[in-house]
């Protein structure tokens, strides 16, 4: 009987383990991505935070497709060619702070 409960509860602990890691890569994948928004025309991108989220000022912000042109607390700009690619983008809420989030420019 102590046999059984052991193989039991190795099967309890796999499975939570599968759960928790599934878990943890579904928020990670969905999540920080929706915290910021990337508009772009004509080539000029321009990225926000969310609130409460704020850009970061001090993170090396970049566009794979353009140059960067500023970056404040309030957004992140850029200049291409044309609207596409990825940015790198770098927010922060209070002491939290996030990236890089690759954001896909269309």
Not at 46 to 72: E, I, L, M, R
Not at 89 to 104: L, N, R, T, V, W
């Amino acid at each position: 009987m102590m046999r059984v409960s052991k193989v039991l509860g190795s099967f309890v602990a796999v499975g939570a383990a599968i759960v928790a890691i599934s878990t943890t890569s579904e928020s990670r994948a969905g999540g920080d991505e929706d915290l910021v928004n990337v508009t772009c025309a004509g080539g000029v991108v321009t990225a926000t935070a969310k609130a409460p989220w704020h850009t970061n000022d001090k993170a090396p912000w970049k566009w794979d497709k353009g140059d960067k042109v500023s970056v404040d607390e309030h957004a992140a700009k850029f200049k291409g060619a044309k609207c596409e690619g990825t940015v790198k983008a770098f927010i922060c809420s209070g002491d939290q702070c996030k990236g890089p989030i690759a954001i896909a420019v269309k």
